[in-house]
């Protein structure tokens, strides 16, 4: 019997002994972990919270400053072509059978060559009926100007509302419009001391 009445006792005692000494340990390492203490102290994120709003104000100006640095850089500059008669001519013809090709009215060509402030040696200008034939016109120039001459163009815009396409091909630019837009931008006006010379 007391065999028994020493192994029930004491494996009781270890347990109570060491459930105490357990919850000690936890409370002291409770209160020992730096965890809570920088989570429950007010200086920490503070501390955090300045550094990262001068990072962020650093970083915002070094964004204001790359972009101002972008909008100041100039457009990239077209490319100078120095062009025989014969591949000018070539090109001309190229343009002006691209714009037949799908029926394009009242072609013209303005000649700047002798104008100082020109942008290009040449306008090629046609216009059309309705958006989708502007759209077809400017489609079958750069097609036609490609399998006749092998050029591409350089630039191309205006698809959005194919109001009036301009495809540059640097030496020459043609400009197709819808009839509205040509008479209101009236090219040939503007560019006035040009030769003019009308394609039937």
Same mark, same amino acid.
């Given at each position: 019997?007391? /065999? %028994? +009445?020493?192994? =029930?006792?004491?494996?009781? !005692?270890? *347990?109570?002994?060491? #459930?105490?000494?357990? @919850? $000690?340990? &936890? /409370? %002291? +390492?409770?209160? =020992?972990?730096?965890?809570? !203490?920088? *989570?429950?102290?007010? #200086?920490?994120?503070? @501390? $955090?919270? &300045?550094?990262?709003?001068?990072?962020?104000?650093?970083?915002?100006?070094?964004?204001?400053?790359?972009?101002?640095?972008? @909008?100041?850089?100039?457009?990239?500059?077209?490319?100078?072509?120095?062009?025989?008669?014969?591949?000018?001519?070539?090109?001309?013809?190229?343009?002006?059978?691209?714009?037949?090709?799908?029926?394009?009215?009242?072609?013209?060509?303005?000649?700047?060559?002798?104008?100082?402030?020109?942008?290009?040696?040449?306008?090629?200008?046609?216009?059309?009926?309705?958006?989708?034939?502007?759209?077809?016109?400017?489609?079958?120039?750069?097609?036609?100007?490609?399998?006749?001459?092998?050029?591409?163009?350089?630039?191309?815009?205006?698809?959005?509302?194919?109001?009036?396409?301009?495809?540059?091909?640097?030496?020459?630019?043609?400009?197709?419009?819808?009839?509205?837009?040509?008479?209101?931008?009236?090219?040939?006006?503007?560019?006035?001391?040009?030769?003019?010379?009308?394609?039937?």
């Amino acid at each position: 019997m007391a /065999k %028994k +009445t020493v192994k =029930k006792a004491s494996p009781a !005692k270890k *347990a109570k002994g060491t #459930k105490t000494s357990d @919850k $000690k340990a &936890v /409370k %002291k +390492t409770k209160a =020992k972990s730096p965890v809570k !203490k920088t *989570a429950g102290s007010k #200086k920490a994120p503070v @501390k $955090k919270r &300045v550094i990262t709003d001068k990072e962020r104000e650093q970083r915002e100006a070094n964004v204001i400053a790359n972009l101002e640095k972008k @909008k100041s850089k100039p457009l990239a500059k077209r490319p100078k072509r120095t062009l025989t008669k014969s591949q000018v001519s070539n090109l001309l013809d190229a343009i002006v059978e691209g714009m037949k090709e799908k029926k394009a009215k009242n072609i013209a060509i303005l000649d700047l060559t002798k104008i100082e402030s020109r942008v290009c040696d040449q306008f090629v200008i046609c216009d059309a009926d309705s958006k989708i034939h502007v759209e077809a016109i400017a489609d079958s120039v750069e097609e036609t100007v490609e399998k006749l001459t092998g050029e591409r163009a350089f630039h191309s815009e205006g698809h959005e509302n194919s109001e009036w396409i301009l495809v540059d091909y640097v030496n020459i630019v043609a400009h197709i419009f819808l009839r509205e837009a040509r008479e209101h931008y009236n090219l040939e006006a503007l560019w006035g001391d040009a030769e003019l010379e009308l394609i039937n």
